[in-house]
């Protein structure tokens, strides 16, 4: 799958030097999504070109309890570049005591979560995106972490709690008062989760607000996406969730379009199901083959969406509870397609912005 070196970038993608020693070369970066971005995916995108990538959100509380499946969500990829672990939580010592914790384990630097939509961080813990509702709250935990390591301390936020409400601009402000090296700023309110349209032109206001980078996120799903995102923007860099689903190799087809206005095929299918298998089996490894037939279902639904009997393919797939029979069943799958010739299409840009992504 390649080496894990992330790709060299040049003045059409400036690197973003964030001190500490931390230098994103590529500032194309994935965004951490929920059973998702966990350790096989963040290593695998490292591999495929990967500028950055960011862990699954956790909770500060459990980073501080340090039981096995917290540990193992923070686990770093070991392959060079830039990682970075995200914490969420309501409780400046808390949120502290978890960064001192994940730097210890190895972290390049902190991520604090202040755009969480779900109801149960967001109203039952009072995180994620609540706290861009409290900026005094927000300002002491935005402090708290960053005095508490020596890395550098970032933050990924929405627009506002919602339209009545778009604080962005001076949350930011008070992000580089406290000490946030970069800002990340998902084009939507808390209100709206995931529906409507990413406003990548708001962005701009958080741009124009600060002298730190800013990197735009939220229906980033086309190498012309990214594109526009940055031109309507300013940013200094994109962040990419659902456009990745399937294809880890996105975030360097995107950062190949940007440094030269040139697109990257496709892998060809042969390629495809190779990086499919090498997945498959670094999740087994992870997390064992009885959950990791389970966490792998849906991965395995993405790589082979839009491919001639793909739907079949997938509803055989959910009913196999052992590894050795789905292994089989996806050899059996390509190598009809590959022996036929078939290539698979780009997803439609309507597919995906239909994914929920977490």
């Known amino acids: 799958?390649?080496?894990?070196?992330?790709?060299?970038?040049?003045?059409?993608?400036?690197?973003?030097?964030?001190?500490?020693?931390?230098?994103?070369d590529t500032p194309v970066i994935l965004a951490p999504m929920s059973g998702v971005t966990d350790l096989p995916f963040r290593r695998l995108t490292k591999q495929l070109g990967a500028g950055m990538v960011v862990s699954e959100m956790i909770a500060s509380w459990a980073m501080i309890r340090e039981n096995r499946k917290t540990?193992?969500?923070?686990?770093?990829?070991?392959?060079?570049?830039?990682?970075?672990?995200?914490l969420a939580g309501c409780d400046p010592a808390a949120m502290a005591e978890a960064a001192?914790?994940?730097?210890?384990?190895?972290?390049?630097m902190i991520?604090?979560?202040?755009?969480?939509?779900?109801k149960k961080v967001a109203l039952g813990q009072l995180a994620g995106s609540a706290l861009m509702r409290d900026e005094v709250a927000a300002a002491a935990i935005l402090e708290a972490t960053v005095k508490a390591v020596s890395v550098p301390v970032t933050l990924k936020m929405r627009m506002g709690w919602d339209h009545a409400n778009l604080n962005a601009p001076n949350l930011a402000r008070i992000a580089a008062a406290s000490g946030i090296r970069m800002v990340t700023v998902h084009g939507r309110?808390?209100?709206?989760?995931?529906?409507?349209?990413?406003?990548?032109?708001f962005i701009a206001q958080v741009k124009n607000a600060v002298k730190i980078p800013v990197i735009?996120?939220?229906?980033?799903?086309?190498?012309?996406?990214?594109?526009?995102?940055?031109?309507?923007?300013?940013?200094?860099?994109?962040?990419?969730?659902?456009?990745?689903?399937?294809?880890?190799?996105?975030?360097?087809?995107?950062?190949?379009?940007?440094?030269?206005?040139?697109?990257?095929?496709?892998?060809?299918?042969?390629?495809?199901?190779?990086?499919?298998?090498?997945?498959?089996?670094?999740?087994?490894?992870?997390?064992?083959?009885?959950?990791?037939?389970?966490?792998?279902?849906?991965?395995?639904?993405?790589?082979?969406?839009?491919?001639?009997g793909s739907a079949e393919f997938r509803a055989a797939m959910n009913r196999l509870p052992d590894a050795a029979a789905v292994l089989q069943l996806i050899d059996t799958f390509y190598d009809r397609l590959i022996a036929r010739g078939i290539a698979r299409a780009v997803p439609e840009r309507n597919d995906l912005l239909q994914e929920v992504a977490a």
Not at 111 to 118: K, L, S, T
Not at 189 to 201: E, H, I, K, S
Request: hydrophobic residues 40%.
């Open 216 to 308: 735009a996120n939220g229906d980033i799903l086309t190498e012309a996406d990214a594109a526009e995102a940055l031109r309507r923007s300013g940013a200094d860099g994109v962040m990419i969730g659902r456009g990745c689903y399937g294809r880890p190799w996105f975030l360097a087809q995107v950062a190949h379009f940007l440094r030269t206005g040139r697109s990257l095929p496709e892998p060809g299918l042969f390629r495809q199901k190779d990086i499919l298998l090498s997945h498959y089996h670094a999740i087994l490894t992870q997390f064992g083959s009885h959950a990791g037939v389970r966490l792998a279902r849906k991965h395995v639904s993405w790589y082979t969406r839009g491919l001639p």
């Open 71 to 86: 540990m193992g969500m923070a686990e770093q990829d070991g392959c060079g570049g830039v990682s970075a672990l995200q």
């Open 1 to 24: 799958m390649g080496n894990c070196s992330p790709i060299t970038t040049d003045s059409a993608l400036p690197a973003i030097d964030l001190g500490h020693g931390v230098v994103i």
């Open 111 to 118: 991520d604090i979560n202040f755009g969480c939509p779900v």
């Open 100 to 108: 001192r914790i994940a730097v210890g384990k190895g972290a390049d």
């Open 189 to 201: 309110t808390r209100q709206q989760f995931y529906t409507g349209t990413a406003d990548w032109d």
